[in-house]
């Protein structure tokens, strides 16, 4: 009789030793054995040079444009740790993600990508390893002819943040938003470089076709062009493959021959704010619970407090700045940045607000009164919602960029909603900092991308009979 092949915990996978001694190895590893990533610092551009950063850590540098719009990426060193995120249960992102990882690291010896006809040499990007979420982990490390490098599980989260240089997404802005929540307890996050794969792709900026060239753009941002004699021409040796990992990081720009686009080239990035949010405990009636129930996160799209199954309408207390605002009656309430100002609040009739104006969006779900409008706020006014004494329902439905609570929202609780930082910190010296970095094309103004998926993409004041032009 024939048993049935036993299916592996990645943690089994992580322990398990592979004795093979064939050529690939098609094996998982603990995320914490990568290099820690390069903390980045942020600077303004003066003239069309840069200004020196301080700092004793390479990584990367975000240059402040002639526009103060859009900012600058510059790595003092190639990126080397990319995450990978793809939409989840779609065979056209899970090929798509193979053939990136084959032109960003193509060993030159496995037949596993033979059907692709792009092939590039490991060469090109030296000492590259690729981090996959667990699930994602255990679907596809056997057909990757390299290690993959992966958490334990879905709470091992916080160490992303200490690795993780780049994330590539596959997908629409619901990928995006998965892998924003990925570090949406930090406050440094990792670029991140989509691929426009799902039903609209408002946040995305790149077509798959162009991976090679979206890449290479964000891989050779701003990097200074140096010379090695021995390695320039002997870049497809071995020994020059060996060399590479001994080199300054720096150096190792030299070993991707015909790439280096100088330092007035870099990638454009745009800082989406994000909204941090906590649930805190204001019942004096119970002394003992901790006045903290969750920890603070940060919600690149929106907060959304609903009714849920409840038969009845939602009574909530708004406060601005420790002053009551109004009392809401309504299924609902969302708090969105100006990204999700065209997402779940555009569906409820908020209003669409500009990526680079810094403020939050306080739109009613299907409220009682006609005369509840949707509100701007500036993005650093703090925002407090409680549960009205006219409520019926004992607790509502609250979800962070569309991951639910496990628990609801109940008397006695209070969520607090503000802004974050985003800007210069601290002067010149520490420079830009905060938000969700998002890559976009290089070219063109500030505003361009967004224009075009206003009209391309929603449409925006189409007339009857009119096609989107």
């Excluded at 409840?310 to 809401?328: D, E």
């Excluded at 002067?427 to 991308?449: D, K």
């Amino acid at each position: 009789m024939k048993v049935p092949r036993r299916k592996l915990s990645l943690s089994a996978l992580l322990y398990r030793r592979l004795f093979s001694t064939s050529i690939p190895r098609r094996d998982i590893r603990f995320v914490t054995e990568l290099p820690d990533r390069k903390q980045p610092s942020y600077h303004r551009e003066f003239g069309f040079g840069f200004q020196d950063d301080q700092s004793k850590s390479p990584g990367l540098t975000l240059t402040e444009t002639r526009d103060h719009d859009i900012l600058s990426l510059k790595w003092s060193a190639p990126p080397k740790n990319i995450l990978l995120v793809k939409k989840l249960n779609d065979p056209a992102a899970t090929e798509s993600l193979l053939e990136f990882t084959e032109y960003a690291r193509q060993l030159g010896f496995s037949s596993t990508f033979s059907n692709y006809p792009n092939r590039h040499v490991y060469t090109n990007y030296p000492n590259i390893s690729f981090i996959l979420e667990p699930s994602e982990a255990i679907a596809l490390h056997e057909s990757l002819p390299f290690p993959i490098y992966s958490t334990i599980s879905q709470s091992g989260r916080s160490s992303l943040a200490q690795k993780v240089d780049l994330t590539a997404t596959f997908g629409g802005d619901g990928t995006i938003l998965r892998a924003s929540s990925l570090f949406a307890t930090t406050s440094d996050v990792p670029p991140i470089l989509s691929f426009s794969m799902g039903t609209l792709g408002f946040l995305g900026e790149w077509k798959f076709p162009e991976f090679k060239h979206a890449f290479r753009e964000v891989y050779m941002s701003g990097a200074e062009p140096t010379f090695h004699p021995y390695l320039q021409s002997n870049l497809g040796s071995p020994l020059a493959r060996k060399d590479a990992s001994s080199m300054p990081l720096d150096s190792q720009w030299d070993l991707v021959q015909g790439k280096i686009m100088g330092h007035t080239r870099n990638t454009r990035v745009l800082l989406r704010n994000r909204l941090k949010v906590g649930l805190y405990n204001t019942d004096s009636s119970s002394p003992t619970a901790p006045p903290t129930l969750d920890s603070e996160t940060y919600a690149l799209n929106e907060i959304v407090l609903h009714r849920g199954a409840a038969p009845h309408l939602a009574h909530i207390s708004i406060s601005v700045l420790g002053r009551h605002l109004t009392h809401a009656i309504a299924d609902g309430l969302i708090i969105s940045t100006p990204t999700g100002s065209t997402a779940y609040s555009l569906s409820s009739g908020g209003s669409i607000i500009h990526p680079l104006v810094p403020s939050m969006l306080l739109t009613p779900i299907c409220p009682r009164s006609l005369s509840f409008r949707p509100l701007v706020l500036p993005g650093n006014m703090p925002i407090s919602l409680r549960l009205g004494k006219g409520n019926r329902g004992r607790e509502l439905d609250m979800s962070v960029d569309g991951v639910r609570r496990k628990s609801g929202v109940g008397v006695g609780m209070e969520i607090r909603v503000v802004g974050e930082e985003v800007g210069l910190r601290g002067g010149e010296a520490q420079g830009w900092m905060g938000g969700v970095p998002c890559l976009v094309r290089s070219g063109g103004e500030g505003g361009e991308s967004w224009v075009g998926g206003l009209n391309g993409l929603l449409k925006f004041n189409l007339q009857f009979g009119e096609e989107a032009g």
